[in-house]
């Protein structure tokens, strides 16, 4: 049964900092892009971040450059979103996903395992 746990969210004040981790388990985590997505209330699930098998390739939304960095260890098979800076309209629940092919993508459409998402609050 493939499972990806989300964990690490929680209350931040704005401009504070958070990490992320998603843990996978039932497949092989090396074969697989992973991506993380957030969804705030009222609004549509939106791309944050992606990594490619090897963690050699990341993209970003434009939103959050310079600010989150995505990472991944292979051999404990769990990829981290570290968040900075914070602002109030991120505020949202983040979601780990996984997907198959030879480059990370931002459709959704194109990861195949989702988590259940971690609740991140950044206060004003």
């Known amino acids: 049964q493939v499972q990806l746990v989300e964990s690490g969210g929680g209350l931040v004040q704005a401009g504070g900092s958070l990490r992320l981790s998603c843990a996978a388990s039932?497949?092989?985590?090396?074969?697989?892009?992973m991506g993380w997505f957030r969804q705030a209330p009222g609004k549509e699930r939106e791309f944050v971040a992606a990594?490619?098998?090897?963690?050699?390739?990341?993209y970003y939304a434009d939103s959050v450059k310079g600010r989150f960095t995505i990472s991944r260890t292979n051999a404990k098979n769990t990829v981290y979103l570290q968040m900075n800076s914070l602002k109030p309209e991120e505020t949202a629940v983040y979601y780990c996903?996984?997907?198959?092919?030879?480059?990370?993508?931002?459709?959704?459409?194109?990861?195949?395992?989702w988590g259940q998402g971690t609740q991140v609050t950044v206060s004003s």
């Open positions: 996903a996984a997907g198959t092919g030879v480059y990370p993508t931002q459709v959704k459409s194109d990861y195949k395992y």
């Open positions: 039932g497949l092989t985590f090396s074969s697989y892009y």
């Open positions: 990594i490619s098998w090897s963690g050699a390739r990341t």
